[in-house]
């Protein structure tokens, strides 16, 4: 599986950004995609998941209710629509997937980073 994100840049506390992914690979529709960050000098975090059907969607705590992740099961895409964007969202956002629904950092596979910087 092949993850490659785009969307990140720069914008101001309270914007917003969509995340975007394109995945690639045998039977990647049948997979559960998802985001994780890892901001400056801290540990990789759970941020988002998306199960195959795109019927079940999970999210960590700090992001509730401001992100939300979607699918485009034709196109093999996941969004990541992120809103009311605070300073402490800037990191690295990584696109990931994996066989079954993970809510933790342990994801099979990883794309490439795309890094979201939030100003105060």
């Known amino acids: 599986v092949q993850l490659q994100a785009s969307g990140g840049g720069l914008e101001q506390a309270g914007g917003s950004l969509r995340l975007a992914c394109a995945a690639s690979?045998?039977?990647?529709?049948?997979?559960?995609l998802g985001w994780c960050r890892q901001a400056p000098g801290k540990e990789r975090e759970f941020v988002a998941v998306?199960?195959?059907?795109?019927?079940?969607?999970y999210y960590a705590d700090s992001v509730k209710g401001r992100f939300s992740i979607s699918k485009d099961t034709a196109k093999n895409m996941v969004y990541l629509q992120m809103t009311n964007l605070k300073p402490e969202d800037t990191a690295i956002y990584y696109c990931?997937?994996?066989?079954?629904?993970?809510?933790?950092?342990?994801?099979?596979?990883w794309g490439q980073g795309t890094l979201v910087t939030v100003s105060s």
């Open positions: 998306i199960s195959w059907s795109g019927r079940t969607q």
């Open positions: 690979g045998r039977n990647v529709s049948n997979y559960a």
């Open positions: 990931t997937a994996d066989r079954i629904v993970i809510t933790t950092i342990y994801f099979n596979y």
